[in-house]
C-alpha cells in the first residue's frame, strides 16, 4: 500500500516534510526550507527505514533550546499518518 504523506511542521525552520511510503517502508523523503545539509542528510537516512523505525530513532530529537527539531517533526508526522490508517 502507497501513502503520501505532506505534514506542516510546527517550531522549526523547515515549513513542510513530505514523506512517500510503501508497505510500511520510507522510500522518499524531503523538506521544505530548513536548514539544507541537515534536512537532505536526515531524508537519505530515513529512505529504506521502517516507519516504526523511524519513529522510535527520531521522535523527541530537540534542536539547541527548541522543543522540537525537523528529525522530531518528520517523526510526529510518521505518527499522525498511523493514527489515520
Do not use: W
Not at 513530505?18 to 541537515?38: H, K, L, T
Amino acid at each position: 500500500m502507497k501513502k503520501h504523506i505532506e505534514y506542516n511542521t510546527k517550531g522549526t525552520c523547515s515549513r513542510k516534510v513530505i514523506i512517500d511510503v510503501e508497505d510500511g517502508v520510507i522510500v522518499d523523503c524531503s523538506f521544505v526550507a530548513g536548514c539544507p545539509g541537515n534536512t537532505m542528510g536526515v531524508a537519505t537516512l530515513v529512505k529504506g527505514m521502517t516507519v516504526t523505525e523511524a519513529i522510535e530513532r527520531l521522535k523527541g530529537i530537540r534542536c539547541g533550546a527548541k522543543s522540537t527539531s525537523c528529525p522530531d517533526q518528520l517523526a510526529r508526522a510518521l505518527e499522525e499518518s498511523l493514527v489515520k490508517n
